[in-house]
């Protein structure tokens, strides 16, 4: 009987043996996806940290559609003719001048003026393959003043006036000058623009400066008669 008792005893000490590692073998089987799961669980973590920012700034980024094109153009339009009154003065005997002066003063915001001749040129006086032409017998006589029909208003209320014209034998048009003679531009700033096929600015505002000497003069420019809006507004961006 004790025998059987004591059989009986070490079976149940080997039983519970056997479930004490079951239980561990399970414990460790159980704590191992728990653990890596607790991994993957800070790496997953930290990867959602970053990516909210990343989203953030790229729609940031995309939806602000209200930046200019140009900044530089737009930051112009602001600073200069909320504080300053512009005036464009243009001659433009085939409308190539015309085209960038309209440019000019729609992105500015400033008033246009044209410098109209009283004796309108006709094709024959812009032959420049004839010297016996209007145009080449004017540019011939720097004392050539050609008469403009009307006049600007008020110009005393101009602080920046923007002067264009083509480019005739490398100088601005006689009429130019007569353009500039006619008005007192002490205190006042002054920059050329000119348009041509293929000539440079050069010296074509060079008597235009010494007419109105008392104007502080900043630099010119050429284009093209196919320059955008975007462009004309750079070069005035680079020069206030």
């Known amino acids: 009987m004790k025998k059987f008792f004591l059989i009986v005893a070490i079976?149940?000490?080997?039983?519970?043996?056997?479930?004490?590692?079951?239980?561990?073998e399970n414990s460790v089987l159980e704590n191992t996806p728990a653990q890596n799961s607790t991994a993957e669980s800070v790496e997953i973590s930290t990867v959602a940290e970053?990516?909210?920012?990343?989203?953030?700034?790229?729609?940031?980024?995309?939806?602000?559609?209200?930046?200019p094109e140009n900044p530089e153009s737009?930051?112009?339009?602001?600073?200069?003719?909320?504080?300053?009154?512009?005036?464009?003065?243009?001659?433009?005997?085939?409308?190539n001048t015309e085209s960038i002066a309209q440019k000019l003063a729609d992105g500015l915001g400033a008033d246009l003026y044209e410098i109209t001749p009283?004796?309108?040129?006709?094709?024959?006086?812009?032959?420049?393959?004839?010297?016996?032409?209007?145009?080449?017998?004017?540019?011939?006589?720097?004392?050539a003043r050609p008469a403009?029909?009307?006049?600007?208003?008020?110009?005393?209320?101009?602080?920046?006036?923007?002067?264009?014209?083509?480019i005739?034998?490398?100088?601005?048009?006689?009429?130019?000058?007569?353009?500039?003679?006619?008005?007192d531009f002490s205190g006042k700033t002054l920059a050329a623009f000119c348009t041509s096929a293929s000539s440079g600015f050069g010296s074509s505002d060079s008597a235009l400066r010494e007419s109105a000497n008392s104007a502080t003069w900043l630099d010119g420019q050429?284009?093209?008669?196919?320059?955008?809006?975007?462009?004309?507004?750079?070069?005035a961006n680079s020069i206030f």
């Open 50 to 67: 970053t990516i909210p920012e990343m989203e953030i700034s790229t729609t940031e980024l995309s939806s602000d559609t209200s930046l």
């Open 168 to 183: 005739w034998w490398g100088e601005a048009p006689r009429i130019m000058s007569t353009f500039i003679e006619s008005y």
């Open 222 to 235: 050429r284009f093209s008669a196919s320059a955008s809006e975007e462009d004309v507004l750079v070069w």
């Open 11 to 24: 079976g149940l000490l080997c039983g519970l043996s056997g479930c004490g590692e079951n239980s561990v």
């Open 74 to 95: 737009d930051t112009l339009q602001t600073e200069l003719s909320e504080e300053t009154d512009i005036l464009v003065a243009y001659f433009s005997a085939t409308n």
């Open 148 to 166: 403009i029909s009307g006049s600007v208003e008020n110009m005393e209320q101009y602080d920046v006036v923007l002067i264009g014209y083509p």
């Open 118 to 143: 009283e004796q309108p040129y006709t094709a024959e006086d812009l032959d420049y393959n004839n010297s016996e032409c209007r145009s080449s017998v004017e540019m011939n006589d720097p004392s």
